[in-house]
């Protein structure tokens, strides 16, 4: 996101380490709706620390000898951290949760309900983060940023971790809606750039030079997708349409969502020059309370309830039965389409079938607090604040720090596919 602009400019960052220990960012999810304690889902409050949801997942059902599926869940939480989310598991019996013990996780309360926990179902995601090796003594000067961004809002830009430890996940899903397999699959599992090291990146050299049963028993065993697609290159006559067919249709549709969030990005880029919280005719403005769209047609009518975040302009998850706006707001969203060679009807071409939706251009947090604290590793400075499930802690943090460990907030999860 470092390309991305910064909304408080006349504050300048201060410098900090994030998440020195996974103890320091903790994340807990607002449920959408409470459990009625009836019904034949088994609901758990789980805690995990220094492990990513999936794998999390993965860990409960081989202990339950249950499918992957079979546990819902409302979003993916950052692995370099502690997170605690409820999940769900369907005819199973409390005491089968109680008596689990594994390692960092530990499940804290459980109750039943009637439905099974779904991607998405989440009102808000609660975070308490210390940051170290900072200046504590800016802190009025950043609690003054931190009150400004909880009045005014901040862009809803989608993070740096959406797209990878490479920063190019939206660049294999654009190729993929290009219908464009050679450079999906070469982006994927070749050229090396300078954030691969070790076996990723003699893997990816291996590909490179056409090496391809060489390169799949390189890369490292949860590669999986690199893997397959690799043995599906190793067997006859290399086909890089198929190799990208042998990739789950999920992986797939994640990559093309990464690139829905960077276009995104885009258009909140273009509009951000104007103020993320002015009205334009045709815009299709988002209301926070709950979450649906309407088109302006009077913004002298509507603006007002924008200046009171009652509403804000939306912005286009790209896809083929996304609502369009009209007027100037149509207009960026197509430069932005047409800069990247795409028509409108792109994203239903071939097999892809990718619907697409709006999103608020600008959020902000709920009960923001900034204070200074201390503990056997020094002293820090405490940042809580509360924020809509999608919306990304590190877009906040960015505003207010220079992190020294970028690489820790790349891990950072989302909550759901754009699609």
Not at 191 to 215: C, I, K, M, Q, V
Not at 284 to 309: C, M
């Amino acid at each position: 996101m470092t390309e991305l602009p910064r909304i408080l400019t006349n504050l300048h960052p201060a410098p900090g380490l994030i998440k020195q220990d996974y103890t320091d960012f903790v994340v807990e999810e607002v449920p959408l709706y409470p459990a009625d304690g009836d019904g034949t889902h088994t609901y758990f409050l789980l805690e995990k620390a220094g492990l990513g949801t999936l794998q999390a997942i993965a860990d409960l059902a081989r202990a339950l000898n249950v499918r992957r599926h079979d546990i819902g869940f409302a979003g993916l939480k950052d692995a370099r951290a502690v997170t605690r989310q409820w999940m769900s598991i369907e005819h199973i019996q409390p005491e089968q949760l109680e008596r689990l013990s594994l390692p960092r996780l530990r499940i804290l309360e459980i109750t039943r309900h009637r439905n099974k926990i779904r991607l998405g179902h989440l009102k808000a995601n609660h975070f308490v983060i210390k940051v170290r090796q900072t200046e504590p003594n800016r802190l009025a000067e950043l609690q003054d940023g931190l009150a400004q961004l909880a009045q005014t809002g901040l862009p809803n830009w989608f993070g740096a971790q959406r797209f990878g430890y490479r920063g190019d996940t939206w660049a294999i899903g654009r190729a993929i809606v290009k219908q464009q397999p050679d450079e999906a699959i070469d982006l994927l599992l070749g050229r090396a750039t300078a954030a691969d090291s070790g076996p990723t990146r003699h893997a990816r050299n291996l590909y490179d030079h056409g090496r391809f049963a060489e390169a799949a028993r390189t890369w490292p065993a949860m590669f999986h997708t690199e893997r397959r697609a690799l043995n599906t290159l190793a067997r006859g006559a290399p086909n890089r349409r198929k190799a990208l067919a042998s990739i789950d249709r999920t992986t797939r549709n994640f990559y093309v969502s990464a690139y829905q969030s960077h276009l995104f990005n885009q258009v909140v880029a273009a509009r951000l020059p104007m103020g993320l919280a002015t009205l334009q005719v045709g815009d299709l403005a988002w209301r926070h309370a709950s979450g649906a769209v309407f088109r302006v047609e009077d913004t002298a009518a509507e603006q007002p309830r924008a200046d009171a975040f009652e509403i804000s302009p939306s912005g286009p998850l790209f896809g083929y039965r996304m609502t369009e706006p009209t007027g100037e707001p149509a207009a960026i969203e197509a430069a932005i389409l047409a800069h990247q060679g795409l028509e409108p009807d792109a994203f239903r071409a071939g097999r892809l079938r990718v619907k697409g939706s709006r999103r608020a251009m600008r959020f902000r947090p709920e009960g923001p607090r900034l204070s200074l604290g201390a503990d056997e590793r020094g002293p820090y400075l405490e940042l809580e604040f509360m924020l809509p499930r999608g919306c990304y802690a590190t877009a906040l943090l960015r505003e207010l720090f220079v992190p020294a460990d970028a690489d820790a907030l790349a891990s950072e999860e989302t909550e759901e596919p754009t699609q």
